[in-house]
């Protein structure tokens, strides 16, 4: 039986999500900015360690607030299958500020409003547009800490316009959601072997 992964990505409006997950499934950048106006399911497949995991990647236009409850999750359709999301990637803009505090907002969001134990929740924390570095408003490693010590959660940059670290991101996510008990309980396997765009079955 194959393992079906809900994965929500997250962010502010502009930073990246959509351009994060085009290049991850399809191997394309677009350098036209096309706002994501409604919720849109992605849905590959991978292979991590031998093991094949269909995902549901929900690319989800910006929200003011994650939805507290199930009733505010279906009056909004943008908000379709957020609250039941077996794991999360916030994005970030590394060059802007406001992006990073608006993950900020919606991670204390998370853990407020998910029932049961929401510290289990795999979030991975995705600084995007590291193409960008000298433009960035603070040091990685300042943000690097906060993120994994105080906040417990996995923390990624990348750049979609370079392929830079898409793929690892995904694996990192998948691997920790593996961890935390998923029926394939296996170590994150090490070999990257790139995507199959043919089928749109990434090797990880």
């Not at 994650?66 to 803009?93: H, K, M, T």
């Not at 690097?144 to 979609?160: D, F, I, N, P, R």
Request: with cysteine; aromatic share 10%.
């Amino acid at each position: 039986m194959v393992e079906t992964l809900s994965i929500a990505v997250i962010g502010a409006p502009g930073v990246g999500k959509t351009s994060i997950i085009r290049q991850f499934i399809y191997n394309d950048f677009s350098e036209v900015y096309t706002p994501t106006r409604d919720r849109y399911v992605y849905r590959p497949s991978v292979i991590l360690n031998g093991n094949m995991y269909d995902l549901k990647i929900l690319d989800v236009p910006p929200i003011s607030s994650f939805p507290s409850s199930s009733s505010q999750e279906w009056l909004d359709l943008r908000c379709r299958g957020v609250r039941n999301a077996n794991a999360y990637i916030l994005v970030y803009d590394i060059c802007c500020v406001e992006s990073f505090e608006y993950v900020k907002m919606i991670r204390q969001q998370i853990v407020e409003h998910r029932e049961g134990s929401s510290s289990e929740v795999p979030i991975l924390v995705v600084g995007s547009k590291r193409d960008l570095q000298r433009q960035r408003f603070t040091p990685r490693r300042a943000v690097s800490v906060l993120v994994k010590k105080t906040w417990k959660c996995g923390y990624v940059e990348c750049s979609a316009k370079f392929n830079w670290h898409v793929v690892l991101l995904f694996k990192e996510l998948l691997g920790i959601a593996v961890a935390r008990g998923m029926k394939h309980n296996h170590t994150p396997g090490i070999r990257l072997q790139g995507a199959l765009q043919r089928n749109r079955c990434a090797v990880m």
